[in-house]
Nanobody, 124 residues
Framework: QVQLVESGGRLVQAGGSLRLSCAAS????????MGWFRQAPGKEREFVAR????????SYADSVKGRFTIGRDNAQNTVYLQMNSLKPEDTAVYYC?????????????????WGQGTQVTVSS
């Protein structure tokens, strides 16, 4: 089993920056890919960014490309999502997720473990 705990969500003004963290524990050796997803009220959960747990192979949704960066702090077994130039449409609950099997998919169903989510609200 893998446990994921997100942190860092809060209220921020449009144009501002925020850094989300996802701490992984348990059988982290079984993780192949880490991803960030988000879900706005009344909408389906959507892909934001992902990377290979060992590093590299990053991918981003078109809506965040150039503004968000996914990375890993190896020493802390933590994956972060640096979010810059935030827009009101970025408002959502952000979830980190881990995938066990080899592959670098962007679909919700491809991920095996999920955190509880952290709320990001961007005011205009």
């Amino acid at each position: 089993q893998v446990q994921l705990v997100e942190s860092g969500g809060r209220l921020v003004q449009a144009g501002g920056s925020l850094r989300l963290s996802c701490a992984a524990s348990g059988r982290t050796s079984s993780i192949y890919t880490m991803g960030w997803f988000r879900q706005a009220p009344g909408k389906e959960r959507e892909f934001v960014a992902r990377m290979r747990w060992s590093g590299g192979s990053t991918s981003y949704a078109d809506s965040v490309k150039g503004r968000f960066t996914i990375g890993r702090d190896n020493a802390q077994n933590t994956v972060y999502l640096q979010m810059n130039s935030l827009k009101p449409e970025d408002t959502a609950v952000y979830y980190c997720a881990a995938r066990r099997s080899r592959g670098l998919g962007n679909a919700v169903y491809e991920y095996d473990y999920w955190g509880q989510g952290t709320q990001v609200t961007v005011s205009s």
